[in-house]
């Protein structure tokens, strides 16, 4: 199914589903402490991204937030869960 994908990962075939998928998407911003450096940014990066519906994982360690993308609404519950798997505290949407 790949092939009719550019490298930029735009669709050749059917460009109003890929505006339509990218317009689905989500950002929230969430508070979580306890981020110091680079591997509590893969940890967290890691662990979100497992997640259902994922579509990106940002980290600032300096302002402790964590921005998650998803494809419609997020589930709180499950970020919530999966940052704290990763060792660190979520503490609401900032």
Known sequence: MG??????GSCSTDAGEAATAVADTTATVYAVSGMTCGHCRTAITTSVS????VVSVD???AGGLVTVTTGGAPDDAAIAAAVDDAGYDLSGRA
Do not use: E, H, R
Not at 3 to 8: A, L, V
Not at 50 to 53: F, H, K, M, R, S
């Open 50 to 53: 497992a997640l259902d519906g």
């Open 59 to 61: 980290v600032d360690i």
């Open 3 to 8: 092939s009719c994908c550019t490298p930029d």
